[in-house]
């Protein structure tokens, strides 16, 4: 499900740049600024990241402080990688309760970008829920393979390859 929504939200990565070049466009050949194009790129950004995350986590794709990670035992990574796991979840649990609060409220008040356009909020909260909810079975994913691994000394899943073939 995570590959899935990852890779389906990075097609929305060449219709976020056509309606930035549109808007550039619009506003310094033609002098014709839209109304939408701003709001609009902004709401494909939001999507990008947030859906992106769990993929990203799923690739090992954040950053890491190598520092001291590379310097310890495989065991202690272990067991940073869960605190870190575990701290990400709670965070998230935070974040999709406070999202789905303001989605309520959206709904409720008809929310709306205080632009011109002016469009509805409530997809984008719950959106953020939808995001952190999968990063959250991401991250418990990871957490227990990390904790098979400290606690039995074996890989639970066979080493992760991530061939730049499967991007394309």
């Known amino acids: 499900m995570v590959e899935f929504v990852g ?18 466009f619009s506003r310094y050949f033609l002098n014709e600024p839209t109304i939408w194009a701003y709001d609009l790129s902004l709401f494909m950004f939001g999507y990008i990241a947030a859906l ?14 190598d520092i001291l990670y590379n310097k310890v035992s495989p065991r202690v990574r ?3 990688n869960m605190l870190s796991f575990a701290l990400g979840i709670f965070f998230l649990v935070i974040v999709c309760k406070m999202c ?3 989605f309520e409220e959206a709904l409720e008040f008809n929310y709306r970008r205080q632009s011109e356009w002016a469009p509805h909020m409530h ?19 990871d957490w227990l393979e990390e904790a098979y691994h400290l606690f039995t000394g074996k890989k639970l899943l066979p ?6 073939e499967d991007d394309a």
């Open 7 to 24: 890779k389906s939200v990075s097609y929305v990565m060449p219709a976020l740049a056509f309606v930035v070049a549109f808007e550039v």
């Open 52 to 65: 992106g995350g769990a993929y990203a986590q799923q690739r090992r794709g954040h950053i890491n402080v």
């Open 78 to 80: 272990n067991v940073f």
């Open 100 to 102: 789905f609060g303001k």
């Open 123 to 141: 997809h984008y909260w719950m959106m953020m829920v939808v995001a952190g909810a999968i990063f959250i079975a991401q991250l418990s994913s």
């Open 159 to 164: 080493e992760r390859r991530f061939d730049d």
